[in-house]
């Protein structure tokens, strides 16, 4: 049982960096797409986990959601820097919205073909069978997780870069506004929701992708998360 414990430690620790690292070097890969070379010029679309690792993000958060037994897993790492104004001069808003949501779009795809390869792969009883079917789990968990956390409306978080975009984009001045004002307090208010039964809701969508994830691979994947949040 020792030895399970520390495979699923190693994988979720392997699947969480390769989704927060994945998510940031996909923002600077779609900007520079737009003609944006600053996270390249900076190093950072490399995919060696060091450049990107924040030590809150990428370790502390992770690690005390992981004791404390908060039933999933997220972090975030080191964000790539990208220089939004050439983006809105080559691209206008289309870019700087493709650009907000290149990283969590990346989780997402990451999620279904975790589930994917978890509904066609045999596996067997062996451990690096049981490695590679914790790793795929924690994949899907962790991605979705990400990707769900990242599209709130809430500065500084892509759903709400994305949704200021479109607001100038359609010209609704008010809600540019609106988030103009609050971005500064941004951090602020993610903390307080992700300290009180208010991040059960904002969390929901986590539920139902799962479950549709489930029925588009023909497994039970609440079933699957739920035994390996166990161990």
Do not use: C
Request: without cysteine; neutral net charge.
């Amino acid at each position: 049982m020792e030895a399970v414990k520390i495979i699923n430690i190693a994988a979720t620790i392997v699947a969480l960096i390769i989704a927060v690292v994945g998510h940031e070097i996909m923002h600077g890969l779609a900007a520079y797409r737009f003609g944006d070379p600053t996270a390249k010029l900076a190093g950072r679309l490399s995919i060696n986990p060091i450049k990107h690792i924040d030590p809150v993000g990428t370790i502390l958060v992770p690690a005390i959601l992981y004791i404390t037994n908060a039933g999933f897993i997220f972090g975030w790492a080191k964000p790539v820097p990208v220089n939004m104004a050439i983006v809105l001069r080559n691209a206008k808003e289309f870019g700087a919205i493709v650009v907000s949501l290149a990283g969590v779009t990346y989780n997402f795809a990451l999620a279904l073909i975790g589930a994917l390869l978890l509904s066609i792969i045999d596996f067997s009883n062996s451990l690096p069978s049981l490695a590679l079917f914790l790793f795929l789990a924690q994949t899907v968990l962790i991605n979705v997780v990400l990707g769900v956390f990242n599209l709130w409306p809430i500065p500084p978080l892509d759903g709400a870069n994305a949704l200021m975009y479109l607001a100038r984009w359609l010209r609704l001045q008010a809600v540019v506004k609106v988030y103009e004002y609050i971005f500064p307090y941004g951090m602020i208010i993610l903390i307080v929701i992700l300290m009180t039964p208010v991040a059960q809701i904002f969390f929901l969508p986590v539920f139902y992708i799962l479950l549709l994830l489930s029925h588009l691979t023909g497994i039970d994947l609440l079933h699957i998360i739920s035994q390996i949040e166990r161990i």
